[in-house]
């Protein structure tokens, strides 16, 4: 949905499904309808208005025990305070999202999770607790199998080396990527 047009769509839909689920009492259906709401207007460029989305959400989520749902919204919030960088907050939702996810056993949500929080490190400079994140992410993506995951874990990983003054790990892991890549 890179094209803004495509983006105004998708708001239109997800709020025609809102008003539906609404008036037919299908409370997963709203909370669901809620969660994309705030995804799209997040990819248009309005985390405030993504933030009020993502948590009507969480609370229906928690209302029907939607244990991923939950999840999801709580990282998306997390992902939306980091965009609005309020690092600390990102990392509350960040650390009750990885909870629920290993609670439920979303190795995916984990990794997803431990990753958002490496990146959150580093925004506050603390590289030495982003490194440790990127590793634990790292190793779930090869578990379950997710190149692409591996290979964004693998490049932030090798970076927060090399600022860590760890150059020649930083580029072993580097060229790791490069290779994973090709």
Request: hydrophobic fraction near 30%; glycine fraction near 14%; proline fraction near 1%.
């Amino acid at each position: 949905m890179a094209d803004m047009g495509e983006t105004r769509r998708a708001i239109d839909y997800y709020e025609k499904a809102l008003a539906i689920d609404r008036e037919i009492g299908n409370r997963a259906g709203e909370g669901n309808a809620l969660g994309n709401l705030g995804n799209a207007y997040s990819a248009h460029g309005e985390s405030h208005k993504a933030i009020e989305f993502y948590e009507k959400h969480v609370e229906i989520a928690r209302e029907i025990g939607d244990r991923r749902g939950e999840g999801n919204s709580l990282g998306n919030l997390g992902s939306a305070y980091y965009i609005q960088g309020e690092t600390r907050k990102a990392i509350e939702f960040h650390e009750k999202a990885l909870i629920i996810d290993r609670e439920i056993g979303d190795r995916r949500g984990e990794g997803a999770d431990l990753c958002n929080l490496g990146n959150a490190y580093v925004a506050l400079g603390e590289t030495r607790k982003a490194i440790g994140f990127y590793e634990k992410a790292l190793i779930i993506d090869r578990e379950i199998g997710d190149r692409g995951g591996e290979g964004i874990n693998l490049g932030r990983l090798g970076i927060s080396l090399r600022r860590f003054g760890r150059e020649p790990q930083g580029d072993r892991v580097l060229r790791e990527t490069t290779c994973n890549s090709a």
